[in-house]
């Protein structure tokens, strides 16, 4: 390698490393908090003189107030994320066949209306959603959370699986309409084996964005046990001493999920995040 | 299997129209090509007889039943496409047994005919891979498999071997025409290869800008080309055709061409003195001569080996010449090329119809 080379690799690396330290050390801030004892909470110390997991077994034998219904808010959130991401990836690939592969006459409309749902701020929408569910007599319900997360996932779920719709073969459908079979057969037999690897991606998308979601979440529910556990993690700010170290631990567990996630679908994200940008 | 009858089929988007009434009568096991150059009308002729396109007007029959509004999967047909269209997610068994699967069939008559296709088809050791695993070859012959286990009325062929390279072509084209001789089923093959349409063919189609130009079988179509479409499209290389007026005087025909030459007509050649004609002769047709026939400048000299084109100039007329030796030809040369005058070719110059003769 020459000195140049050498030289510009270094600069390089000296940035990641920033990026990296920049990125972790609110995760090791959340850690060591988590493993810190509340007498010594705010010592400043960079590591504990004495770190203990007992907060950790506070939080799962939900021995604190605030922790009261943790197990039944961390199901909540798991519950809604998954209704989430299925009723996602049924409205998405039923509307993405529809428009790419039937080619109903409205199709492309449809498909760039969803996209322009995007113009909007979620936050814009708050006051009539929660109106909304008012009306259908869902507020404090955990539909009406999973309904709202539906509406405001789908637009993009049908954006991405047309593109990725489009770019199998008219001649599948074709030869399989040859071969016999009816539309629904196409859709299950054809359509969604071959549309697998970016529905994972697109469930995995709506799964996480209704896992992370606080604000609809805190507007719509209220009930301590139907509450989602992001929503549970801001109530511990209502006091003025609040419970640091358990509110990191709960904090760590609460990101667990997410980051596994990622970790085994990998592949699929990334694959999901560029292959729909290009239209080839 | 059975017949396939198209009569009067027009096919319009919107205003468009593409295909301008056709009749085609194809009967019980023949073999027929729809050949033309791209944009002609074949393919959509051939998705409309699939049921792949609605017919905006006439009626397409397979057997007796007319089909115009019967769903593709209803029509008992098969169809082999140019991209092969496999399901990449089914191995070569799930996907020739796909057809029969949907049907409900048995799973031991779907193993037995799936077994009887591979076997036809050599597919025998590939039964268990996906299709990204077979080369072009393997996968156009799994496309075939799929076709052939259904046992269908008719056979439907877009294209089939656009996407192989050369010399597998050709093995390919005998290979389907053997299947034929073998199965029997009544077939329609589209082309834009005038070779593989000569070849393959019981009968040739030659469709241009949505009509049909002419249907017979590949002789007649090389021996008695319709009109000026017909005798340029079939034949490589392409039939000379030379403008002139019909002379006759009594005694002989000739054409005279603007240039001054005379082009040598034989006795019986129809149409009227002083008639603005074509006169077609096909290179193979000419002869090397070292007194008589055409004037020429050599241009360009190919030889294949099998054969020599040469390529000269009439007075202006590009004119090309195809001769089994190689005569010792060089560009520059001047010689004469002599047409067999039984092979000449008429046309009138207006219609662009062949003249009677």
């Known amino acids: ?280 | 299997m059975a017949s396939v009858s198209v009569e009067a089929v027009r096919k319009r988007y919107g205003a468009l129209e593409v295909i301008h009434g056709i009749d085609i009568k194809i009967p019980d096991g023949e073999f027929v090509v729809l050949v033309g150059p791209s944009g002609c009308g074949k393919s959509t002729l051939l998705r409309m007889i699939a049921g792949l396109e609605e017919i905006s007007g006439g009626v397409v029959r397979i057997g007796d039943k007319v089909v115009n509004e019967v769903p593709s999967k209803d029509r008992d047909i098969a169809m082999v496409f140019q991209n092969y269209a496999l399901y990449p997610h089914m191995t070569v068994r799930e996907n020739m047994g796909f057809s029969l699967k949907l049907r409900k069939a048995e799973r031991g008559v779907i193993a037995e005919r799936v077994k009887k296709a591979s076997q036809i088809l050599g597919l025998d050791p590939y039964l268990e891979r996906y299709p990204k695993q077979l080369s072009g070859g393997q996968r156009q012959r799994v496309a075939m498999g799929r076709a052939i286990v259904r046992n269908p009325q008719v056979f439907l062929f877009d294209e089939p071997l656009s996407n192989l390279d050369a010399k597998l072509r050709v093995q390919m084209r005998t290979e389907i025409k053997a299947l034929h001789q073998q199965l029997k089923t009544t077939s329609i093959y589209v082309t834009h290869d005038q070779i593989e349409a000569m070849t393959m063919a019981d009968r040739i189609v030659v469709m241009h800008d949505g009509i049909v130009e002419q249907i017979g079988s590949p002789l007649e179509l090389y021996e008695q080309p319709a009109n000026l479409f017909v005798a340029g499209f079939i034949g490589s290389p392409a039939i000379n055709l030379i403008h002139g007026k019909l002379r006759r005087d009594g005694t002989r025909n000739w054409v005279a061409t603007d240039a001054g030459v005379d082009l040598p007509l034989d006795g019986n050649a129809a149409g009227q003195d002083g008639q603005p004609v074509v006169y077609g002769i096909r290179p193979e047709h000419l002869a090397p001569s070292d007194s008589s026939g055409l004037p020429v400048t050599v241009s360009v000299v190919e030889p294949t080996g099998a054969s020599t084109f040469v390529y000269a100039d009439l007075s202006g007329a590009q004119i090309c010449g195809v001769f089994a030796e190689h005569h010792g030809i060089h560009p520059g040369n001047r010689m004469n090329f002599m047409p067999r005058l039984d092979r000449v070719h008429l046309f009138d110059a207006g219609t662009g119809k062949r003249l009677a003769g």
Not at chain 1, 207 to 226: G, H, R, V
């Open chain 1, 1 to 280: 390698m020459s000195p140049r080379k050498a030289f510009d690799e270094a600069r390089l690396m000296l940035v990641g490393v920033l990026i990296l330290i920049w990125t972790l050390i609110p995760i090791y801030h959340l850690f060591v908090m988590s493993i810190t004892p509340q007498a010594e909470a705010f010592a400043g110390a960079v590591w504990p003189k004495s770190p203990t997991l007992d907060n950790y077994t506070t939080v799962l034998t939900q021995g604190h107030y605030f922790l009261g219904h943790f197990w039944q808010q961390l199901f909540n959130s798991a519950m809604v994320a998954v209704a989430v991401a299925v009723l996602t990836l049924t409205v998405g690939a039923c509307a993405s066949f529809a428009i790419s592969r039937l080619r109903v006459r409205i199709g492309e409309t449809v498909s760039n209306l969803a996209l322009l749902t995007y113009l909007i701020p979620a936050a814009f929408l708050a006051i009539p959603m929660y109106a909304t569910m008012g009306q259908y007599g869902l507020l404090g319900s955990r539909w009406s959370l999973i309904l709202t997360m539906v509406t405001f996932a789908s637009p993009y779920a049908i954006w991405m699986l047309r593109q990725y719709a489009d770019k199998l073969p008219y001649e599948l459908d074709e030869a399989a309409r040859i071969d016999g079979a009816s539309p629904i057969q196409i859709f299950w037999l054809i359509y969604l084996p071959l549309m697998m690897p970016s529905m994972v991606a697109i469930g995995t998308y709506a799964l996480l964005l209704a896992w992370n979601e606080y604000l609809y979440a805190f507007l719509l529910l209220s009930a301590d046990t139907e509450i989602t556990l992001s929503v549970a993690l801001g109530h511990f700010l209502s006091t003025d001493d609040a419970p640091w170290n358990l509110l990191m631990a709960t904090g760590i567990i609460y990101a667990l999920p997410p980051a596994a996630i990622y970790y085994a679908f990998r592949r699929y994200m990334v694959a999901g995040l560029t292959a729909g940008a290009v239209k080839s």
